[in-house]
């Protein structure tokens, strides 16, 4: 029950606007084995846009069970560093990255949780090489989605699986804006209306961010050289792309040792196969101090203890309350979609472009701005309807940016 012309859309859109596959270039794609079609689509298109040579890389949700179930205690302390090496080889030599995301989210719900953060650990200390092209922006990359029976099942429980799946194919059409006579102008639209919100940002200049709201009262440091950013933007290799479709925030860099009090969850984050529940922390100094939720509450911490800069945060976005994912009501259990319902923080790792001339400091240079360092980075969403943001100038005034969730 997927449209085939909606998954053609899709692909064609991810090429065009999403990676903006150049001529010659190669492209690499990592999906689960259930989006097979729109990898068959984006080959296509990829073809036609004159990639050099499209090379697919997939998993399962079977043989990643399999792991789970049968694999020797010390298998989970173990990834294939080779395997990233290569892909850190192709970035390097010039290929463009895409990332397909369909998995049921909650996979490894009933496996061992110890396990289940063991392996990622290991995963994100393998993939380095390959994830710093990414977090770089070195080259032009881009994720999209695919409604997986599972992910379909989780986020429309009432429906038979294939309907379920149609109607999921049919939510991520509308939120990755694949409607009207040129999706592509779609974009050019949107990304225009981004800018907007960036050159404003950019042009105050904020030292700081004050968010105040039901279980929340924070405030949050700005990195020194911050750069707001959102829509498509040019990566190092001068490919403008559009990393995520669907995308509707606008999002800098924070102060990894600037940001004190209290923050309210106001969805649920799904991590690691698992739905963590109203979460609330206090910063002090930058760090988390003190979190609490009300289910996952021993997946968040340990995701908090992934090393020292797991407790900090590494990106700050704003989105509007009325955003089309956020007025559909669905809750994706998916961060690519949910991230965009809701302004919202990332724990970890730091973008190095949303820090002036980041690109080319080392990770020390990086933390000295403020960019926090980490093998994770994580999403949560902390905005609603109730919140209000305040920018604080460099001279203490201060400017409404939102209220009740909506720009000011």
Request: proline share 5%.
């Amino acid at each position: 029950m997927i449209d085939p012309v909606k998954l053609d859309r899709l692909a064609e859109v991810a090429v065009r606007t999403g990676v903006n596959l150049q001529k010659g270039q190669d492209l690499v794609i990592t999906a689960p084995l259930s989006a097979i079609e729109l990898v068959r689509a984006i080959t296509v298109h990829a073809y036609q846009a004159g990639a050099g040579v499209v090379m697919p890389f997939f998993t399962d949700e079977a043989i990643t069970l399999a792991r789970y179930e049968n694999a020797d205690d010390a298998s989970f302390d173990h990834a294939p560093g080779w395997f990233y090496d290569g892909l850190a080889a192709a970035y390097k030599g010039g290929a463009a990255r895409m990332a397909i995301t369909g998995d049921d989210p909650m996979l490894l719900a009933d496996q061992d949780p110890t396990k289940v953060a063991r392996l990622s650990k290991a995963t994100s200390i393998a993939a380095k090489p390959a994830m710093a092209p990414i977090v770089g922006f070195e080259v032009n990359w881009n994720i999209v989605a695919f409604p997986g029976a599972g992910w379909a099942a989780r986020v429309f429980p009432d429906l038979p699986v294939a309907e379920a799946q149609g109607k999921l194919m049919d939510a991520i059409y509308k939120a990755s804006r694949l409607d009207g006579d040129d999706p592509v102008a779609n974009w050019a639209d949107h990304t225009a209306e981004l800018k907007k919100r960036v050159k404003w940002l950019n042009d105050h200049d904020f030292a700081a961010l004050k968010y105040t709201g039901p279980g929340t009262d924070l405030m949050l440091g700005l990195a020194d050289g911050h750069i707001w950013k959102g829509g498509a933007s040019p990566a190092l290799n001068g490919v403008i792309c559009q990393p995520n479709i669907p995308t509707e925030e606008v999002f800098t860099c924070p102060h990894a040792y600037k940001v004190d009090g209290v923050v309210s969850a106001t969805k649920p984050l799904a991590h690691q196969g698992n739905v963590i529940e109203n979460i609330k922390v206090r910063f002090e100094a930058g760090r988390i101090v003190e979190a609490t939720a009300t289910k996952g509450e021993a997946v968040l911490q340990a995701l908090l203890q992934t090393d020292d800069g797991a407790s900090r945060i590494g990106e700050v976005a704003l989105v509007p309350h009325s955003s089309p994912i956020s007025q559909s009501g669905t809750l994706f259990y998916n961060t690519l979609f949910d991230e965009n319902a809701s302004c919202h923080i990332a724990l970890g790792q730091c973008y190095a472009d949303t820090i002036q001339g980041g690109s080319e400091y080392s990770p020390e240079e990086l933390q000295q701005k403020g960019g926090n360092q980490s093998l994770i980075h994580v999403d949560w969403m902390m905005g609603s309807d109730a919140v209000d943001i305040d920018g604080i100038t460099k001279t203490g005034a201060v400017i409404p940016v939102m209220r009740k969730g909506e720009w000011a």
